[in-house]
């Protein structure tokens, strides 16, 4: 484990959505997992040998760990524990999430391999370090068959509390009543379609909320009346909607975080979604966020990209750092 215990600063005011510290987990056996695929339209199978792959996925980490770090944002970076049975463990914001007053949230997964990511070690750090004043654990809902894979399967507005929730075989509504209720969100769900007419796995995919603006693929969601509904949400808080297009989502520019710096916000995304921005998306987000691209090329080959990298913690340090 390589967790810094370098907590965030911040000299302006903070941001709810947009947390200053995250933890990431560094792989050392991915592969873009068989287990997966049948629900996830954005995996790509590598073109190199296996521990080729995995040295990059490694190194494609501790390099975005870096340049987050020196744009200001308190990394917590973990190294899976060399088994070869999690192959997508670089993706901890679908097993917990962390949120103000002092909460954790730690969630049931799909499918089986992943179950494997939770990890004690990573909340009693947390608990360490940061003000947790309960971790309300789902997890053992899988046995009755229903999941909620976190701030995947949820994207959360946390000024209006509301939890935007694309339907899928990996966001149960049972159990994202649960979650509701416990944390006090809105559940607002709404069924999506690629461009070849399947579910979208998971709602981080196709949507970012920012403080000051969202990307939102509008054309992705089947029922329109519920796009606008969702639309006008969002709207309601100030924020700026900026549609992306269903390219753009394969492109992972849906697949953003908001984090808050010492001198200010900034939108990490891939180095491939910040490519493909419009100059109107890049214009409208640079108001009041600067874009941080990371390149994690072999990552995504996984289907996920930079959000899914990032677990935010929204908890109140123990100590100044």
């Keep these: 484990m390589d967790a810094t215990t370098a907590l965030p600063r911040t000299a302006q005011p903070m941001s709810i959505q947009a947390p200053p510290a995250v933890v990431m987990v560094r792989p050392r056996h991915f592969r873009p997992n068989p287990e997966t695929a049948a629900d996830n339209g954005f995996q790509r199978s590598p073109d190199r040998p296996a521990d080729e792959v995995a040295q990059r996925a490694f190194d494609e980490v501790s390099r975005a760990a870096d340049t987050l770090r020196s744009a200001g944002v308190a990394v917590h970076l973990f190294d899976d524990d060399g088994r070869d049975q999690t192959p997508d463990s670089v993706f901890p914001n679908n097993w917990f999430s962390t949120h103000p007053g002092g909460h954790v949230a730690v969630y049931p997964m799909f499918n089986p391999s992943r179950r494997r990511e939770r990890r004690s070690d990573v909340l009693e750090f947390l608990k360490q370090h940061y003000r947790v004043q309960d971790v309300i654990d789902y997890s053992g809902l899988e046995h009755d068959g229903l999941f909620l894979e976190g701030t995947g399967a949820m994207v959360l507005d946390h000024l209006a509390r509301i939890a935007f929730t694309a339907r899928s075989h990996r966001a149960d509504p049972v159990a994202l ?27 981080n995919v196709l949507m970012c909320i920012a403080t000051q603006f969202a990307l939102v693929a509008l ?78 090329p072999t990552i995504e080959l996984a289907g996920g990209s930079v959000r899914c990298m990032l677990a935010g913690v929204h908890l109140a340090p123990r100590r100044a750092a």
């Design 219 to 296: 054309d992705a969601i089947t029922d329109r009346a519920r796009a606008q509904e969702l639309r006008q949400r969002l709207e309601e808080t100030g924020r700026e909607v900026l549609p992306i297009t269903q390219q753009q989502v394969a492109d992972f520019a849906g697949n953003a975080i908001e984090l808050s710096t010492p001198n200010g916000r900034v939108l990490a995304l891939s180095a491939r979604a910040a490519a493909c921005l419009t100059d109107h998306q890049r214009r409208a987000i640079e108001q009041s966020a600067r874009l941080l691209p990371l390149d994690v």
């Design 177 to 203: 009543e649960h979650f509701a209720t416990h944390f006090n969100y809105e559940p607002l769900v709404f069924d999506t379609a690629d461009t070849q007419g399947r579910p979208i796995y998971h709602t």
